[in-house]
């Protein structure tokens, strides 16, 4: 089973459609470029953005997988594709960001969207769940060194940024994965048979 997903076109769509307006606003005005910090902080921003849509392709291939008639998963896609809306819009937040603060590259759009890892399938839920939860601490990992790099720039508006609206969420979700997990893991030790479907009810709910 190969899943091929339109919908990470889609989002490429969105993504371009965004920068394409927000750069019809520029024009030949002024630019709004700041000069005054460390402009490696958002050479760091950029990089990371192109991480954030690589892990709302990832999950909407999550959900696509859970969604397919052979895996019957509902709850389990609602909660990757809801999951796959997060990270997109962590992206354009901090694209959003980017903007306010003058830096206006297009080079933070990837080449290609494709999901971490290549993958389309997985074992299992627990599998998927798994490597979502991995993905989500490569990306707190990535963050923290964003606030690392820039409190050492004296960068302190970026700091306060990403720590307020992204750190915070970011250890929670985190958190909501590792329950996911520890939940089916004791489903599925009382109930193989059956603790998949049990545990994707509760998603569902």
């Given amino acids: 089973m190969e899943l091929k997903l339109i919908s990470g076109t889609f989002l490429l769509v969105l993504v371009l459609a965004t920068v394409a307006a927000a ?16 402009a490696t902080c958002m050479e760091k921003v950029q990089e990371h953005i192109q991480r ?13 997988w859970a969604n397919h008639y052979t895996v019957q998963r509902p ?3 609602k909660f990757f594709f809801g999951s796959a ?12 960001y980017l903007r306010m603060r003058g830096h206006n590259s ?14 389309y399938e997985w074992e299992s839920p627990m599998d998927a769940l798994r490597q979502a939860l991995t993905m989500e601490k490569d990306i707190t ?14 960068d302190d508006h970026l700091v306060d940024y990403f720590i307020t609206d ?4 970011q250890l929670r979700g ?21 603790g998949n479907w049990i545990f994707d009810n509760k998603l569902n709910a």
């Fill in 141 to 154: 990992r990535f963050i923290k060194q964003i606030i690392n790099y820039c409190t050492d720039a004296e």
């Fill in 75 to 77: 709850g389990l896609a």
């Fill in 23 to 38: 750069d019809s606003q520029l024009g030949n005005k002024a630019s709004a470029k700041d000069y005054a910090f460390n």
């Fill in 85 to 96: 809306s997060e990270e997109r819009q962590h992206g354009l937040a901090m694209l959003n």
């Fill in 52 to 64: 954030e849509f690589g892990a709302a392709v990832t999950y909407l291939a999550m959900g696509a």
């Fill in 166 to 169: 992204f750190m915070d969420e």
């Fill in 174 to 194: 985190q958190r909501a994965l590792a329950g996911h997990i520890n939940s089916l893991r004791g489903l599925l030790n009382k109930d193989p048979a059956m």
């Fill in 106 to 119: 297009l080079s933070i759009l990837p080449a290609e969207l494709k999901p971490i890892n290549e993958k």
